[in-house]
């Protein structure tokens, strides 16, 4: 494996960035997995030595030393550890807990820098084109930073310009990423289970779809769409006239975050309590709206994507990560659900299995999930704990060895975050309360006559649509010849013994009757020794048919007692 690895690292980048990687995770007290990997003997066939220190780590929790590790990697690995920070259902608490911790640290690239990628993507001078173009950038990140400006019209926008050079970079650790995955998954057998090519694979369009600008405007004028009825939440107006790859030009919109906003403890002044309940109300009932109804959601909730405008409407703004859940996966969830309310551990058992392509024993997995209802059953639904109830659900997962889809992954972190923000909003907040409606709803028109008919009918279309490309595709590998028929009849090997004994008896009486004849054909022949007055080889045919004939008639007998 080191061998094909180092096939692939074609340029001398590659090799040194390489290096770097398995220097930050010494120093940082992962030397083990730099050895167990084979990275080390990768690097020095390559002539690279590393330098083997960072005990002093050791007395240091493992999730500590990995956090700080994909720190000082740069943003490709701060970005794949919030991820992983997202996947309670692979990791424990306290890792997830650890690697949410993760923030960027990127200092802003001088205008001077950014100018020419960013004339070459407006067309012109920003000066030349904005009213007002504010050269010093208003925040930075590791992807992008933005630049306040104002068009003709006197709207104020922003101007998010990805970094220059940042693609080139992306890709580089990716490719390593995808090797070092293939290594984990092939040398660490504990890992295995997290699919680490898998979840990798997946990381790497996400963050590639993050670099394409025009992919977060696309997202966001569907979600302003989607959340029209609700006057208290805003996305920012998109202008696609400047939006391109590396540039994205939108509405600017002011105010603190709500996390700034609490922290400065200005919800709890005179009007504050009830805006903030407020909030926390209508922000819960837009998100669960998206999810369950529409199917498009922003999957990084936090305080600091949520902005607090004059007029007390909560803008919403970072559209780079939003989930999409299929009609079949929010049935899923709902149904989820539904088995807490009825006691049903057969459909939960069915769903989580649904979920997983891992073997699973499925007696363990329905004992398990007979606890986790009981712990829930009897309650409404709007008195559920939705943490708590998240929380024991993903444990489920974990000490049963699942495997949650990367969609649920992330249905189940929004939830999760919206419950906590909720809470930081208004003591009092239950988040159930607002998912009671939505999931009665859905489970009254998911057993509906009409929906019943309609899923019926769709899926006998679907198989209509596919049944011609099937039996053609039959019949093209049929005159290929590369049709086999495998039959797995029960019993089929007790049969065969059977005919292979009969056959072989058949066999010894074939040769005994002729053994008699030609016994008989001989005694009728003078001349030559005898034995008793009868030729010899006449008394030989005759005691040889004897003794085949006797084990043919005990052989008989003794099948028949069978």
């Not at 394409?212 to 006057?231: F, H, Y």
Request: with cysteine; glycine share 8%; charged share 25%.
């Amino acid at each position: 494996m080191p061998s094909v690895l180092l096939e692939t690292l074609t340029t001398a980048r590659d090799l040194g960035r390489l290096h770097e990687i398995a220097a930050v995770l010494i120093r940082h007290g992962l030397g083990d997995t730099v050895r167990r990997l084979g990275l080390a003997g990768l690097l020095e066939q390559a002539g690279r030595a590393l330098h083997w220190k960072g005990a002093e780590q050791l007395g240091r929790e493992p999730e500590v030393r990995l956090r700080e590790a994909f720190e000082a990697l740069g943003p490709t690995f701060v970005k794949l550890g919030q991820v992983l920070a997202g996947r309670p259902d692979l990791l424990p608490p306290a890792w997830t807990e650890e690697l949410s911790r993760l923030h960027e640290h990127a200092t802003a690239v001088p205008i001077e820098e950014i100018r020419a990628q960013l004339v070459e993507d407006l067309g012109d001078e920003p000066e030349a084109l904005f009213a007002a173009f504010d050269p010093e950038p208003l925040a930075a990140a590791s992807i992008a930073q933005v630049h306040r400006a104002t068009l003709r019209d006197g709207t104020a926008v922003v101007l998010k310009i990805r970094r220059p050079g940042i693609r080139e970079v992306v890709e580089a650790d990716l490719r390593l990423i995808a090797r070092i995955a293939e290594l984990a998954e092939a040398e660490l057998p504990e890992l295995r289970r997290f699919r680490p090519r898998g979840l990798v694979r997946r990381f790497s369009s996400s963050l590639r779809n993050e670099l394409d600008l025009r992919l977060e405007a696309k997202n966001a004028v569907r979600l302003a769409s989607n959340l029209a009825p609700d006057a208290l939440l805003v996305v920012p107006r998109m202008f696609p006239v400047w939006t391109r790859e590396r540039l994205c030009v939108m509405e600017y919109l002011e105010g603190p975050s709500l996390g700034d906003w609490v922290r400065a403890g200005k919800q709890d002044g005179a009007s504050g309590p009830g805006l903030a309940a407020r909030i926390a109300a209508v922000g819960a009932d837009a998100v669960l709206r998206s999810v369950l109804v529409d199917g498009c959601f922003h999957a990084d909730p936090h305080p600091g994507n949520l902005i607090l405008l004059a007029d007390g409407r909560v803008g919403l703004i970072d559209f780079g990560m939003v989930g999409f859940l299929s009609a079949t996966r929010r049935r899923e969830f709902l149904d989820i659900l539904q088995a807490v309310v009825t006691r049903d551990t057969d459909l939960a058992v069915s769903v989580l299995l649904g979920w997983t392509d891992a073997d699973v024993d499925t007696d363990l997995l329905a004992q398990d999930c007979a606890g986790f209802i009981d712990r829930y059953h009897g309650l409404p639904l709007s008195e559920f704990d939705t943490a708590e109830l998240l929380g024991d659900l993903l444990s489920l997962v974990r000490e049963n060895d699942l495997f949650l889809p990367s969609d649920v992954a992330m249905l189940l972190k929004v939830f999760l975050s919206l419950d906590g923000l909720g809470r930081l909003l208004d003591p009092n907040f239950v988040m159930a309360k607002h998912l009671e409606p939505f999931a009665r709803a859905a489970w009254r028109e998911q057993h509906s006559p009409l929906t019943v008919v309609r899923r019926g009918m769709r899926g006998f279309g679907a198989l209509l649509q596919t049944l011609p490309g099937d039996l053609k595709q039959l019949a093209r590998q049929t005159r290929r010849g590369r049709v086999h028929l495998e039959l797995d009849v029960e019993g089929l090997d007790r049969l065969t013994q059977r005919i292979d004994r009969s056959v072989s008896r058949l066999t010894v009486g074939l040769i005994t009757a002729a053994l008699i004849v030609g016994t008989a054909i001989s005694l009728t022949v003078p001349g030559g020794p005898t034995v008793a007055g009868l030729p010899l080889f006449g008394f030989l045919g005759f005691t040889s048919s004897l003794a085949a004939g006797l084990w043919v008639l005990w052989s008989v007998l003794r099948s028949g007692r069978r």
